[in-house]
């Protein structure tokens, strides 16, 4: 039997939605606010869904410490009050979308996981703004 696990987290950071090869115009009109040169911030909330199978003599399908800690070293501490854009290397020629932020963020928790695992992630920019990423 299969079940999910959830944990959820949360950062603060600040981001500018822009492409670099396009002019200010351009970016302008394609990401609104979101393209202010001064950058601006969302207090981002992440869950954390991994499903798998009940482990017969934990009952734990992951134990929770151990996703609670792959989050904070690969999430927390990287992205936590940071400028995407300036100080976070995945995005220096990457859009820090809410979308592409939930792909890094699977492709760095996936990476620390067993391979048994289904991963799931969803990532809230806002309260009524959010997308989920599962590799596919």
């Known amino acids: 039997m299969k079940v999910t696990v959830h944990r959820k987290a949360h950062f603060n950071a600040a981001h500018?939605?822009?492409?670099?090869?396009?002019?200010?115009?351009?970016?302008?009109?394609?990401?609104?606010?979101c393209n202010n040169p001064n950058f601006h911030g969302h207090n981002y909330e992440l869950i954390a869904s991994v499903t798998g199978e009940i482990d017969p003599e934990t009952g734990y399908v992951i134990d929770v410490k151990i996703l609670k800690d792959i989050i904070k070293s690969e999430v927390e501490d990287a992205f936590d009050h940071k400028n995407l854009n300036v100080e976070v290397p995945e995005f220096e020629d990457l859009n820090p979308t809410a979308e592409n932020i939930a792909v890094v963020i699977y492709?760095?928790?996936?990476?620390k996981l067993d391979t048994k695992f289904y991963l799931e992630i969803t990532l809230y920019e806002t309260p009524r703004n959010f997308v989920t990423y599962s590799g596919q």
Request: hydrophobic content about 35%; aromatic content about 18%; cysteine-free.
């Open 107 to 111: 492709d760095k928790i996936k990476k």
């Open 16 to 33: 500018r939605l822009y492409r670099k090869d396009w002019n200010f115009e351009k970016n302008q009109a394609v990401f609104g606010l």
